[in-house]
Structures are given as C-alpha cells and as structure tokens.
C-alpha cells in the first residue's frame, strides 16, 4: 500500500531567490518528491526534487526575485509514491530590496 498524502509543507526564509521547504517525516518514507512550479507553468512541467527518506528539510536555491511558485511533496516508500499534498504558494522577494533599502516595484 503506497504511503498516505501528506500535509502540505511550509515554508520559511524566503529570499530574491531561494527558501526553506520543511515537512513531516513519513514513517517507512525511503525518499521524498517536492514538486515546484512557478505560475503560470502546469503541474506537468513541475520540476522535481528527490530528497532522501531521513530529510524533512531541503533549501532552494535557484528561484528567480518577485516571483510566484507553487510547491507539492510526495513521500516515498517501498510500495511506490503516495498522493502529492495540497499546493504551497510563496511568493519571492524583490531583488536588491532591503529594509534599509526603498524599493520600487513597477
């Protein structure tokens, strides 16, 4: 029996260009799935991450500033892939904008 969905996972430190994806560790998991899109693109062209079974983190490095994406993760077990979880959105920030700095977004 192929592992249950898992709960959508969260986000934290967003940056122009990366941020921190965390979940629940699955029971069995011998890896996970993290699947990202940036909007507008499909589901079907989600790039995807394997990360190891003993993991319940993994930072992001190569997103582009002011930015929308989309995150889903599936874990996987010895029976197959479970059901992907519900869609995360983050949205990233405005390159070169810091709180010293004043930002313009056009």
Same mark, same amino acid.
């Given at each position: 029996?192929?592992?249950?969905?898992?709960?959508?996972?969260? =986000?934290?430190?967003?940056?122009?260009?990366?941020?921190?994806?965390?979940?629940?560790?699955?029971?069995?998991?011998?890896?996970?799935?993290?699947?990202?899109?940036?909007?507008?693109?499909?589901? @079907?062209?989600?790039?995807?991450?394997?990360?190891?079974?003993? @993991?319940?983190?993994?930072?992001?490095?190569?997103?582009?500033?002011?930015?929308?994406?989309?995150?889903?993760?599936?874990?996987?077990?010895? @029976?197959?892939?479970? =059901?992907?979880? @519900? !869609?995360?959105?983050? !949205?990233? =920030?405005? =390159?070169?904008?810091?709180?010293?700095?004043?930002?313009?977004?056009?």
């Amino acid at each position: 029996m192929a592992p249950p969905r898992m709960a959508r996972p969260e =986000a934290t430190n967003p940056t122009e260009f990366s941020v921190d994806i965390k979940w629940q560790k699955v029971d069995g998991a011998t890896s996970y799935k993290l699947y990202r899109r940036k909007i507008p693109d499909t589901w @079907e062209t989600a790039k995807v991450t394997t990360i190891g079974g003993s @993991e319940t983190k993994v930072t992001l490095e190569d997103l582009e500033p002011t930015s929308t994406y989309q995150f889903r993760i599936a874990a996987v077990t010895s @029976e197959g892939e479970g =059901a992907q979880s @519900e !869609d995360l959105t983050i !949205d990233t =920030a405005v =390159a070169n904008c810091t709180p010293k700095k004043k930002c313009v977004i056009s």
